[in-house]
């Protein structure tokens, strides 16, 4: 996603892999994988990270490659998916820290502005979200809401 008021733009951290095939280095099979992805998620780790730390612990480079399948299709299909989308969820914690620091800082102009440009942002995931069917039909963004959540 671009940035909200300028005209940068985000950039990429890595590359992907570029071999569509199973590497030679990983060792794992694809049922392992799947079993490692589902033990991952009931520790409570996102999708990003578990993407990571299968890349970094266990050596598996792209586990789409290995099981045909991704990560959120994999935690779909064991049941462990989340309510919310992973970056929808992301935006709203990052949301609930602002707005306790503006409890503490009322005169944080900064923060407030950063605040708002960050729930316009949500608000644009949620109209994207409901769109494709992805977001329970009643879930809208509220302050209040998000505390709770």
């Known amino acids: 996603m671009a940035r909200l008021y300028t005209s940068k733009r985000g950039k990429s951290g890595s590359t992907r892999p570029i071999g569509k095939k199973t590497p030679s280095c990983c060792k794992y099979t694809p049922e392992e994988v799947e079993a490692l992805v589902l033990k991952l998620a009931r520790e409570g780790n996102s999708p990003s990270t578990i993407g990571m730390l299968l890349r970094d612990r266990y050596a598996v480079p792209l586990v ?4 045909g399948k991704t990560i959120e299709q994999i935690l779909k299909s064991g049941q462990q998916k989340g ?4 970056d929808l969820a992301s ?6 820290d602002m707005r306790k620091h503006l409890e503490k800082n009322r005169k944080d102009y900064v923060n407030k502005r950063s605040l708002a440009m960050l729930e316009s942002k949500i608000h644009r995931l949620e109209k994207y979200y409901h ?3 992805q977001l329970q039909p009643d879930w809208h963004y509220k302050h209040v809401v998000a505390s709770v959540a």
């Open 64 to 67: 789409k490659s290995v099981t």
């Open 91 to 96: 935006l709203v914690k990052k949301a609930e």
């Open 131 to 133: 769109g494709r069917g």
């Open 83 to 86: 309510t919310l989308p992973e």
